[in-house]
């Protein structure tokens, strides 16, 4: 039983062609191959200064997401980014949906560091 699961796991997973999405990749300025730069530690969480479209926020740093999470604020909305889409997030449990929106910032800056037509969500707060 066992073999004849691995075969079909085996078979499975050389037919179907696998697509990995990623973040926009961060580039690096010409003839530079690594950056060092100041953080906050604030109990155990790393708190980076960043500039999303020029207006400078403060970004908590978790490498297990997959996309860049915004909590929507006084200094950056909606209506500044392109290409924006709706859309209702749920968790595992009974509660509300939470609105939330799908931006591309122009520029995503941390330190030096660039990411252009970054993917960001962008939370109702």
Not at 42 to 50: A, E, F, H
Not at 77 to 103: K, P, T
Request: glycine share 4%; aromatic share 12%; proline share 2%.
């Amino acid at each position: 039983m066992k073999q004849s699961f691995a075969v079909i796991l085996l078979i499975f997973s050389f037919c179907c062609p696998f697509t990995v999405f990623i973040q926009s990749s961060f580039e690096f300025p010409e003839g530079v191959t690594k950056r060092t730069f100041s953080f906050e530690l604030i109990n155990n969480l790393i708190v980076l200064p960043v500039q999303i479209n020029g207006v400078s926020l403060s970004f908590l740093l978790d490498l297990g997401v997959n996309k860049t999470i915004l909590f929507n604020n006084d200094l950056i909305n909606v209506n500044d980014f392109e290409n924006i889409a709706s859309i209702n997030l749920r968790g595992l449990s009974d509660a509300a949906s939470i609105l939330a929106f799908r931006v591309e910032a122009d520029l995503f800056q941390i330190d030096r560091l660039s990411s252009a037509n970054h993917e960001i969500l962008l939370l109702e707060g």
